[in-house]
């Protein structure tokens, strides 16, 4: 456990981290399935002290923080352990026959040490979820959490050398001095969560040591309504853009949807609201709270780029901003350049799904994009039309709790994904080894001298 992080502490504590990694205890799967099962008896037995953190930080409710950290690591790690032999079993491939008598196959290798850098919006389960895929796949691994998100930084730090293994994986807290620190140094994969900002830096990093990176972006995701139960669809907008306050990486960021039914949609949105947090949701014990002022303020500068029709009060001193539904807004406006990463949601309206999907393709990549219709063909040509992370029909930002389905973004929402089996694959590679006998020599008929005889068999046989 680190607790100095000056730049030559960061390097003292990697290379003591690579030791260990070098010494092959993490190697075993006795280790790894220990790592996992200790790591769900710590969500289990420090669940009250996660939950009092992530309250502190971000003001979530004890269920949300459940449900959407803690419950999502653990479930991840008992996907983990229940599947870690199959992962790691190697498969034999077969041989070509001119290469036989031998034997070929594939074995998952851990990568050896690597970093996972978190962001502030879900510190708990953006730290510990890809830390399940490392641990599975038998790496050490350096954390650094989010200084943004203090108490679950201090909690995380604390707690966890006490249930894993503290030689094998640590914890460095701080900000972009210490990120900038722990950069420098030479890591086996690094998995960025974050800004497409920081991600940048951190590709930037990476290539002066040719280390491979996982980045988990943000971005615009947007829901194209066209159709079906408009009620549904605005308690399902309501519930996933409203999660942690709007700061949610896969929330729905603005809504696009025909002028006949924007103004019921607009009705029922705010309906929505009102159902789940009242009609004073800042009374709500169940909303959250913007993470700072910086935010606050971008935030509340976006709510003059459009006409409010539900909701818009503010109160810097509590960080809290109204949930907000803005209609009237110019595709060029700042909260439709920005990811917006609050309880704001722009509804614009277009004629039909051709221009929505064109409105979409015609900006970056978003990490999700959700088609709120009942019909198959609108299904379908939403999927084949649209480029982004992911697809969820009806339903927005729960697709991630599916662990078989990969977590990740296209173009500039990210590179990589994890998740599950792809966790594993993320932090693993996948080892080819080949293995001839030493009795017969066979491989002699395609060395040098050629001749005509050689090249007849060689040509039958390949
Ligand atoms: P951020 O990029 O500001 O910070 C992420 C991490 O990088 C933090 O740990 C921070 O300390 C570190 N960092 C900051 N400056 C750095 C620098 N110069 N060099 C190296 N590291 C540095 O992101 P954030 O504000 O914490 O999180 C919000 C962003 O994260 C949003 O864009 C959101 O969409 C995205 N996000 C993505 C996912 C996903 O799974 N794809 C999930 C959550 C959040």
Same mark, same amino acid.
């Given at each position: ?49 996660? %939950? ?25 790690? #008992? ?44 510190? $708990? ?16 691994? $350096? ?28 914890? $460095? ?13 030479? =890591?086996?994969?690094? =998995?960025?969560?974050? #800004? ?28 194209? $309504? ?40 607009? !009705? ?14 800042? !009374?709500?014990?169940?909303? #959250? ?6 935010? =606050? ?30 209609? !009237? ?44 219709? %009942? ?20 339903? %927005? ?9 990969? =977590? ?19 932090? %693993? ?34």
């Amino acid at each position: 456990m680190s607790v100095r992080t000056d730049a030559p502490a960061v390097a003292d504590t990697v290379a003591a981290v690579r030791k260990i990694y070098d010494s092959g205890r993490t190697r075993p799967l006795a280790w790894r399935r220990d790592q996992l099962q200790a790591l769900i008896r710590l969500l289990t037995e420090a669940e009250a002290e996660l %939950s009092a953190a992530l309250r502190r930080d971000l003001g979530k409710n004890a269920l949300e923080s459940y449900l959407t950290e803690i419950s999502i690591v653990r479930s991840e790690a #008992g996907h983990a352990l229940s599947r870690l032999g199959e992962w790691t079993r190697s498969r034999r491939v077969p041989v070509p026959l001119g290469l036989l008598p031998a034997s070929a196959r594939t074995e998952p290798q851990p990568l050896g040490v690597v970093l996972i850098i978190a962001p502030w919006n879900y510190p $708990v389960q953006l730290l510990l979820a890809p830390l399940v895929g490392a641990l599975a796949a038998g790496n050490a691994a $350096v954390l650094k959490p989010s200084e943004l998100a203090p108490a679950t930084s201090r909690t995380l730090a604390r707690l966890l050398p006490g249930y894993l293994d503290p030689e094998a994986v640590t914890v $460095v807290e701080g900000g972009r001095e210490e990120s900038t620190a722990l950069l420098a140094e030479r =890591f086996n994969h690094i =998995f960025f969560t974050g #800004g497409e900002q920081v991600g940048k830096v951190v590709l930037r990093a990476a290539a002066e040591h040719l280390t491979p990176v996982t980045l988990e972006l943000g971005g615009k995701s947007p829901a194209v $309504v066209m159709g079906g139960n408009l009620r549904a669809a605005a308690r399902r907008l309501v519930y996933a853009k409203l999660l942690n306050a709007g700061q949610t990486c896969v929330a729905p960021d603005y809504v696009l949807t025909t002028e006949a039914l924007a103004p019921s949609l607009v !009705k029922q949105l705010a309906r929505a609201v009102r159902e789940m947090f009242g009609e004073d949701p800042a !009374k709500s014990a169940d909303f #959250g709270r913007i993470v700072n002022e910086g935010h =606050f303020d971008r935030l509340a500068s976006y709510l003059a780029d459009g006409t409010v029709a539900s909701g818009g009060r503010t109160d810097r001193e509590q960080l809290y901003i109204e949930p907000t539904v803005l209609t !009237k807004v110019s595709p060029d406006a700042a909260v439709m350049q920005e990811e917006i990463f609050g309880p704001i949601l722009p509804v614009l309206t277009v004629a039909d799904l051709g221009e929505a999907m064109s409105f979409i393709n015609s900006r970056p990549a978003p990490l999700a994009a959700y088609l709120y219709s %009942s019909s198959d063909a609108e299904q379908r040509r939403f999927e084949h039309g649209i480029r982004a992370g992911s697809i969820s029909h009806n339903a %927005s930002t729960i697709q991630l709790a599916v662990p078989e389905l990969p =977590f990740g973004g296209a173009g500039a929402s990210g590179m990589g994904a994890y998740h599950g089996k792809h966790s594993f694959d993320t932090f %693993s590679q996948l080892r080819p080894v080949f293995s001839k006998g030493t009795l017969l020599d066979t491989l002699r008929v395609a060395y040098p001298r050629y001749s005509a005889a050689k090249t007849r068999i060689l040509r039958r046989l390949l």
